[in-house]
C-alpha cells in the first residue's frame, strides 16, 4: 500500500480519509471542490428541495451525496450533518407513508428515486444507523434477495401491445415491479449493501452475497445496461426506461483498449467490498488489467478516462473520480490512480 506516500502528497480530502483524523475537518471544509459540493448542498438544504435526485445532473442529488462521499465527508462533520437532516427527515417521513394503490410510475419512482437512490450513499456518509436507512437496506435485500436465488435472467415478455417497436424486445415483465418495487437489482443497490455491509449480519451478508452473485453469471451480460423498459399502462405514457443495472465488463473476452472503461474503478470500488465479487475470476481479471498501470514505484497512472471529473456527468458510472485534487499538480493523475487502486486493495 502506498498510504505514507499519499498522505505526503495529497490534498486534504484524501489525507483526511486516509488518517481519519477529525483535526482535518475544518481545512477539509476549505478545500476547493469540498466547498463547491458542500455549496450544492447547503442550497438543497436552504430551498427546502428534496425533489430533482436522479439524473447525470450535478445539481441531482445521487450525485451530490455521492461526491460528498467520495471526498470523505462525513455526518459527524457539524455543518454537513446540517444540510443532511433535510435527506434524512424526508426519508424517516417517506418510509412510514401509506403506500399508493395500484400500479404507476409515481408509485415505482416513489420507491426507487426516494428510497434506493436517495439512500444509496448515505451509509458511507456516516448514516448507517439511521432507522429509515436500515429500513430501506433490510427491504431491498428480502426483495432482491427473493428474485435473485430463482437464477433467473431471462426477464422479458412481448411487448407488442405496448411501446415503440424497437423497445418491444426488451419490456421488462411486469410481475417484476407488480407492486411498485423493482425486483431487479439496480447499481445503486450495490452501493447501499457496500456501505451498509460492515453492519450486517451473517444471514443477510449471505443474502446480498448471493445477489451480487448474480453479476458473474454468463447470462447476466445478455441483459441490456438499463434492463429494458417498464410497461405500466394507462398514463401519459406506458413505457419508460428506470433502472441502470451494476455494469462489470468481462475483460477475459472484451479487449480493454477496444471499449470505454470509465466506470471500471468506481465499479471495481463498490464490489470490492462484497467477498462473492473479490474471489470471482473476472474481478481478478480486472485487477490484473489495472495492475498494467503499475509505475516502477509500486504506484499507478491510470488513462485519463479512468479516472475522470466530468460535469453533468454520473458518479455511478464513474464520471466524478477526481478527490479534491488540483488537476494541473504534476502527480494529480498518480494520487488519484493510487488513491482508488489502493482502496480496492485494501478491501
Known sequence: MNTRWLIENADIPIKRILTQDPQNDDKLLENYEVQYWLSLMKQRSDNNDIHRIHGSHVIRFENILGK?????????????????????????????????????????????????????????????????????????????????????YDVYVDGSKGGKKEWQKHIIDPVLYADGNIALPAAHDYILFAGMYDRLNTEKRYMVETIVDRLFDNRYSDIRRNYGYFYVPGGSYNVKAVIYKMHFPNLEEE????????????????????????????FRI????????????????????MITEKKDSCVIFGGHMNVGENKRSKLYSEILSTFWMDRILSN
Open 68 to 152: 460528498c462521499a467520495i471526498l470523505g465527508l462525513s455526518r459527524k462533520i457539524p455543518e454537513f450533518n446540517r444540510y443532511m437532516q433535510l435527506v434524512l427527515d424526508f426519508l424517516n417521513k417517506h418510509v412510514g407513508r401509506r403506500e399508493q394503490e395500484g400500479l404507476s410510475f409515481g408509485k415505482i419512482y416513489s420507491n426507487f428515486d426516494y428510497e434506493t437512490v436517495l439512500s444509496c450513499f448515505l451509509p458511507m456518509l456516516g448514516c448507517g444507523d439511521d432507522p429509515a436507512i436500515q429500513y430501506i437496506t433490510d427491504k431491498r435485500i428480502r426483495i432482491l434477495y427473493d428474485f435473485t436465488k430463482q437464477k433467473r
Open 255 to 282: 479487449n480493454p483498449e477496444d471499449r470505454d472503461l470509465s466506470d471500471l474503478i468506481f465499479s471495481c470500488f463498490v464490489l470490492s467490498h462484497f467477498e462473492t465479487a473479490r474471489k470471482s475470476d473476472r
Open 286 to 305: 480486472a485487477i490484473k488489467c489495472l495492475e498494467r498501470y503499475k509505475t516502477e514505484n509500486n504506484r499507478y497512472v491510470f488513462p485519463k478516462p
